[in-house]
């Protein structure tokens, strides 16, 4: 059984930054460079919408939306996978969830509540 937790949520202000975390767990340390990575978030009462991908080599995706203000990077020794987040802003109040793939397989995080606010 994959696990990801995340971790970094929590509250911050207007153009401040944030650093999310996404461990997986030991039954896929030794191959955890071969899976994609993904950050998703989802506003209230919406749908999940991709943030930012990871692909297993070193390309890095993004939405428009958030272009130039967030950078995915990963540490295939620690297993992690990372969002910063920079010059937030109040419409980045999400939550936030890390997305593993590999041949078919995807696993999910459980989220992590970010939100924006002064």
């Known amino acids: 059984q994959v696990q990801l937790v995340e971790s970094g949520g929590g509250l911050v202000q207007p153009g401040g930054s944030l650093r999310l975390s996404c461990a997986a767990s030991?039954?896929?340390?030794?191959?955890?460079?071969?899976?994609?990575m993904r950050w998703y978030r989802q506003p209230p009462g919406r749908h999940r919408e991709l943030v930012a991908t990871?692909?297993?080599?070193?390309?890095?995706n993004y939405a428009v939306s958030v272009k130039g203000r967030f950078t995915i990077s990963r540490d295939n020794a620690k297993s992690t996978v990372y969002l910063q987040m920079y010059n937030r802003e109040p419409e980045d109040t999400d939550v936030y969830y890390c997305h593993a793939s590999l041949a078919g397989l995807n696993y999910w995080g459980q989220g992590t509540q970010v939100t924006v606010s002064s």
């Open positions: 990871f692909d297993n080599g070193s390309t890095t």
């Open positions: 030991r039954s896929i340390f030794s191959i955890f460079s071969l899976y994609t």
